[in-house]
């Protein structure tokens, strides 16, 4: 499997972080856009700290296996596909008895700086972050210095890292996985109530 190299800053405003991407002469590669998921989670891939993952990116759709060995910089490790269609991919996985058990929006612009990839990630009901990926954690920890970030406030592993921050009641067990629609327009879920 590909190793990934990324790292999350979290609670980012969207304004400022544009703000600090030009100061360094980043490029805007893709601006911000509406992209689509499903997520399966059978509980042996929970059991490894994994999922699997298809992904309408508005440019491309992807089918990716991701699995997480570790909260580091380098503890996710992938293997991804290009496919040609969303709707087909997702009936496919469904008829090998593989449904999806969330559908998940996500809003996404990605900039380009000294080859490495930062991107501004908007979910529902979630403060922005920044995802930085590049090809080894001393890059990484080099464009983050750049952009103005403290290494000590770097988090790893996938979305839940960050909804776990911001809903701190959030169990290992509670994931957005678990809600059947991830959708901008939708009310807060009771999952993320702290009741």
Do not use: C
């Not at 580091?72 to 996985?93: C, P, Q, R, T, Y």
């Not at 210095?145 to 770097?154: C, V, Y």
Request: hydrophobic share 40%; no cysteine.
């Amino acid at each position: 499997m590909k190793t990934e190299y990324e790292v999350k800053f979290l609670n980012v405003n969207i304004d400022d972080m544009r703000a600090r991407l030009h100061a360094i002469n980043a490029t805007l590669e893709k601006p911000m856009r509406l992209m689509r998921r499903v997520t399966i989670d059978k509980p042996e891939l929970k059991d490894k700290n994994a999922f699997l993952r298809i992904r309408d990116e508005g440019n491309k759709v992807t089918i990716t296996y991701k699995q997480f060995d570790s909260l580091s910089i380098d503890g996710a490790k992938e293997h991804e596909i290009i496919v040609n269609d969303f709707m087909k991919s997702i009936a496919l996985f469904t008829a090998v008895g593989l449904p999806y058990g969330s559908f998940q929006e996500s809003k996404r612009e990605t900039w380009i700086f000294d080859g490495a990839e930062i991107v501004i990630d908007e979910w529902p009901w979630l403060s922005p972050y920044v995802e930085i990926e590049s090809y080894n954690e001393t890059h990484i920890k080099k464009i983050a210095k750049k952009l103005g970030f403290n290494w000590n406030d770097a988090t790893f592993r996938d979305v839940m890292i960050a909804y776990r921050k911001q809903y701190p009641h959030l169990t290992a067990k509670d994931t957005i996985g678990n809600i059947p629609e991830v959708k901008f327009n939708a009310p807060l879920p009771s999952l993320l109530k702290n009741n």
